[in-house]
Antibody
Framework: QIHLVQSGAVLKRPGASVNVSCKAS????????IHWIRQAPGQGPEWMGRIRPNDGATIYAQKFKGRVTMTRDTSTSTAYMEVSGLTSDDTAVYYCARSGVHNWFDPWGQGTLVTVSS | EVVLTQSPGTLSLSPGERVTLSCRASQSINSRYLAWYQQKPGQVPRLLIYGAASRATGIPDRFSGSGSGAEFTLTINRLEPEDFAVYYC?????????FGQGTKVEIK
């Protein structure tokens, strides 16, 4: 079975950074893209960017450029996303999701709640 | 950036009814690169439809998608109790990939 398993919920102070992991299983990690998508409370999903695990190539939404870094470890089939300079507006559930060459998302990880509060 | 506008915001319906959800794009979407997702409270979004009209694996045939250009529709025939949820459309024609704000289908 195809699974994406994410790291657990975190509480961060404003200005801090957060790192979320996404471990893939059940498929060839390097044959797909891994995307990061966030969903603020009561809002629709928002695409943040993607990484191609095969070579580490990334694309970021303009809104997140300079503040988000996506990496991967092919030896453990794990993708990572770091968000720096956190503000309360970054409070959201962060998801990783898989896509092929066409960028629909299936499946999704279980989500990681990131709460930013002083 | 392609803006997706979903309507209506909320629908109140009874089990067994037929429902049609709309997703309008701010510009034409190439090659019908549109997907639909279902999200229940506290759950992860689930892919229903891709390519505007192709059902994802395991999705019942009461769900169907249609449309092209900038106008797309998700239809659910004979609502089942488990279909009450929020539905999102998503375009993957132009980066950044964007989602609509969602339509909530609630029990009347």
């Amino acid at each position: 079975q195809i699974h994406l398993v994410q790291s657990g919920a975190v509480l961060k102070r404003p200005g801090a950074s957060v790192n979320v992991s996404c471990k893939a299983s059940g498929f060839t990690f390097t044959a797909y893209f891994i995307h990061w998508i966030r969903q603020a409370p009561g809002q629709g999903p928002e695409w943040m960017g993607r990484i191609r695990p095969n070579d580490g190539a990334t694309i970021y939404a303009q809104k997140f450029k300079g503040r988000v870094t996506m990496t991967r470890d092919t030896s453990t089939s794990t993708a990572y996303m770091e968000v720096s300079g956190l503000t309360s507006d970054d409070t959201a559930v962060y998801y990783c999701a898989r896509s092929g060459v066409h960028n629909w998302f299936d499946p999704w990880g279980q989500g990681t709640l990131v709460t930013v509060s002083s | 950036e392609v803006v997706l506008t979903q309507s209506p915001g909320t629908l109140s319906l009874s089990p067994g009814e037929r429902v049609t959800l709309s997703c309008r794009a701010s510009q034409s979407i190439n090659s019908r690169y549109l997907a639909w997702y279902q999200q229940k409270p506290g759950q992860v979004p689930r892919l229903l439809i891709y390519g505007a009209a192709s059902r994802a694996t395991g999705i019942p045939d009461r769900f169907s998608g249609s449309g092209s250009g900038a106008e797309f529709t998700l239809t659910i025939n004979r609502l089942e109790p488990e279909d009450f949820a929020v539905y999102y459309c998503q375009q993957y024609s132009n980066s950044p990939w964007t989602f609509g704000q969602g339509t909530k289908v609630e029990i009347k």
